[in-house]
């Protein structure tokens, strides 16, 4: 079926690094892309998205990418914090799943002071 | 604070038992989706209801139901439980539900099924 892959699953930096998350889709109509951030225990939180009509979009310190053409999207985070630390998951709307979101695995990004 | 409210938080119950989790969505979304989430595993979609209709279906076992009432409350019944539905039910809302629009969810702070 229709799925959403995410590498790596754990990313550990220094503070001050910058991290790069990367996920690929397999329905070429999906066209919206979300990111979201899960601290342990709480519920996702949505952190930045994109729709397919944007390569780029930036807020902060954070920054997403699209390539339609190759199904991939990836997250940036730049001058990483302690308080980065958390799950982060990509999603894409799948035809198949509605108005749904499908989520990757998720990435487990450790940064240490 | 999303909107969504959830309730239980926490609920330990026995293999073989019936439970409900019960979701109210953010005022004025129509969608209601859930997910399931077990340890290690990511954010599996259930299903999602629109306005009281079931809209699509994700990997929701046969023993698991779900039905969204007139005022767009919804509730996940799982019954017949078995050790590995343990996990964090997160029910979450969207204004929108018909349609690839592309729609932002807003997720509720879960409910936590400890099977025994």
């Known amino acids: 079926g229709e799925n959403v892959e995410q590498h790596p699953s754990t990313l550990s930096v220094q503070e001050g690094d910058s991290a790069v998350i990367k996920c690929t889709y397999s329905d070429s109509a999906s066209n919206y892309f979300p990111w979201y951030k899960q601290e342990l225990g709480k519920r996702p939180q949505l952190i930045i998205d994109i729709r397919s009509n944007v390569g780029e979009k930036k807020d902060q310190r954070i920054a997403v990418t699209l390539n339609k053409t190759a199904k991939h999207f990836s997250l940036h985070i730049t001058e990483t914090q302690p308080e980065d630390s958390a799950v982060y998951f990509c999603a894409a709307s799948m035809k198949q799943a509605g108005t749904a979101l499908i989520f990757g695995k998720g990435t487990t990004l450790s940064v240490s002071s | 604070d999303s909107g969504v409210t959830q309730t239980p938080k926490h609920l330990i119950t026995a293999t073989g038992q019936r439970v409900t989790l019960r979701c109210s969505p953010r005022s004025g979304d129509l969608s209601v989706y859930w997910y399931q989430q077990s340890l290690d595993q990511g954010l599996q979609f259930l299903i999602q209801?629109?306005?009281?209709?079931?809209?699509a279906k994700g990997n929701i076992l046969e023993r698991f139901s779900a039905q969204q009432f007139p005022d767009l409350h919804s509730e996940l019944n799982l019954s017949s439980l078995e050790l590995g539905d343990s996990a964090l039910y997160f029910c979450?809302?969207?204004?929108?539900?018909?349609?690839?629009?592309?729609?932002?969810?807003?997720f509720g702070e879960g409910s936590w099924l400890t099977v025994v």
């Open positions: 979450a809302s969207s204004v929108e539900g018909m349609g690839l629009s592309g729609n932002t969810i807003y």
């Open positions: 209801y629109y306005n009281g209709e079931e809209r």
